[in-house]
């Protein structure tokens, strides 16, 4: 059996999103299932190492998952050419520095998105990376969500004909703090610009891949952000002032035609099917997307309601409506981008979310807060 045996720094992970998705659900499932199958006599070990400012959670997080190696001192873990992967989940405006250290220590660089906070900085990074040589890549997970991939099976199969608009809802109601028993379950730098929080910078990032992988390549945005709670408490239990953004409504114009409209909000009570619905409307059909799953309905059984608000509606518009069963078994989304990204740098296999590809996500949240500022529609520039 030939073995390729990756050392994986694994950088800022004691957080909720980098100890669930990448650690847990990634590379120690890689590790639980024997690495990934390359052929019927060869595979891909993943050997992780943790790294970060705290010790006793690093510390913690390592013996709890028997993690064998932890470290404080990513320097020594870059210098070690047993470590051949660098991977950061660390707070936005932090990701450079470790970029660049990766970057001259030779390493493959995979990152949680955004990259930076705005489209030059996103591009240099891009750029040190390819003047190092390095493989690098960005996570953009919600492609691999059982929902989009069916939306994305439909698209293929033609059951849309022309296809029209999108509506995306995502969100969910983010305690302040400030009522009893119910702290913030999400971290205080969300809502601090200067910490580089904000919910355009963190979720129009997602919609660009998704949208451009999925529907076509965004033209132009028109975008407007609201701060609509002003004071949080954060994890010291102190008073705050909240100086980023907390909701967004954007709507884009895609290159074909095609109108999406996606909302964004950390200060709305859930009444859908999932924390993120999204709806696709063509000629022939339609399709609502949860994360999991989603529902059709084609032209032959579309109902034909008339407007009389003064009865009660005769329709119950969800019968109309048919599941789409599974077409296989999926895997964690985060975990099938790890195995791409691994892939790619032990064999080549193509893997064409790079930094340059995440840029353009940096991009529409940078454009999407001038049209916010602007009052305008704006075009994305082509990168």
Same mark, same amino acid.
């Given at each position: 059996m030939k073995t390729h045996k990756l050392g994986i720094i694994l950088n800022g992970v004691t957080g909720r999103m980098g100890t669930n998705q990448h650690l847990i659900?990634? =590379?120690?499932? =890689?590790?639980?299932?024997? #690495?990934?199958?390359?052929s019927a006599d060869e595979v891909i070990e993943v050997d992780p190492i943790l790294c970060g400012r705290n010790e006793n959670k690093l510390k913690d997080l390592a013996e709890k998952h028997g993690v064998e190696r932890w470290t404080t001192d990513i320097d020594a873990a870059l210098a070690d050419?047993?470590?051949?992967?660098?991977?950061?989940? $660390?707070?936005?405006?932090?990701?450079?520095?470790?970029?660049?250290?990766?970057?001259?220590?030779?390493?493959?660089?995979?990152?949680?998105?955004?990259?930076?906070?705005?489209?030059?900085?996103?591009?240099r990074l891009a750029e040190v990376c390819e003047k190092a040589g390095v493989k690098n890549g960005v996570v953009a997970d919600k492609l691999w969500l059982p929902g989009i991939r069916k939306v994305k099976t439909l698209i293929d199969q033609g059951?849309?004909?022309? =296809?029209? $608009?999108?509506?995306?809802?995502?969100?969910?109601?983010?305690?302040?703090?400030?009522?009893?028993?119910q702290p913030a379950q999400r971290p205080s730098w969300n809502y601090r610009k200067e910490d580089g929080g904000g919910i355009i910078i963190d979720m129009l990032c997602h919609w660009r891949y998704v949208i451009d992988?999925?529907?076509?390549?965004?033209?132009?945005?028109?975008?407007?952000?609201?701060?609509?709670?002003?004071?949080?408490?954060?994890?010291? #239990?102190?008073?705050?002032?909240?100086?980023?953004?907390?909701a967004c409504y954007a709507t884009?114009?895609?290159?074909? #035609?095609v109108i999406c409209q996606f909302n964004s909000s950390w200060d709305v009570r859930v009444r859908r099917d999932d924390l993120f619905v999204m709806q696709v409307d063509g000629t022939k059909g339609s399709a609502v997307a949860g994360l999991r799953k989603c529902w059709v309905q084609p032209l032959g059984a579309t109902p034909k309601p008339v407007w009389n608000p003064d009865i009660e509606q005769p329709i119950n518009f969800y019968e109309g409506w048919q599941e789409v069963p599974d077409a296989t078994e999926y895997d964690n989304a985060f975990k099938i981008q790890w195995e791409l990204f691994l892939k790619h740098v032990v064999t080549d296999e193509p893997f064409p979310y790079t930094?340059?590809? #995440?840029?353009?996500?940096?991009?529409?949240?940078?454009?999407? =807060?001038? $049209?916010?500022?602007?009052?305008?529609?704006k075009d994305l520039p082509s990168l």
């Open positions: 659900r990634s =590379i120690l499932a =890689i590790r639980e299932q024997g #690495g990934i199958r390359l050419p047993n470590n051949q992967v660098f991977f950061d989940a $660390s707070s936005t405006l932090h990701r450079a520095r470790f970029v660049e250290k990766a970057a001259a220590a030779g390493k493959a660089i995979y990152c949680e998105k955004p990259t930076a906070v705005t489209t030059d900085e996103a591009l059951f849309f004909g022309d =296809i029209l $608009s999108v509506r995306g809802e995502f969100g969910y109601w983010v305690f302040t703090g400030h009522d009893c028993d992988n999925t529907f076509g390549p965004v033209k132009s945005v028109s975008c407007l952000g609201a701060t609509h709670i002003p004071e949080r408490i954060d994890e010291s #239990g102190n008073a705050y002032d909240c100086t980023a953004d907390d884009f114009e895609l290159e074909s #035609g930094l340059r590809e #995440g840029a353009k996500g940096v991009q529409l949240a940078e454009v999407g =807060i001038e $049209s916010w500022q602007d009052r305008a529609w």
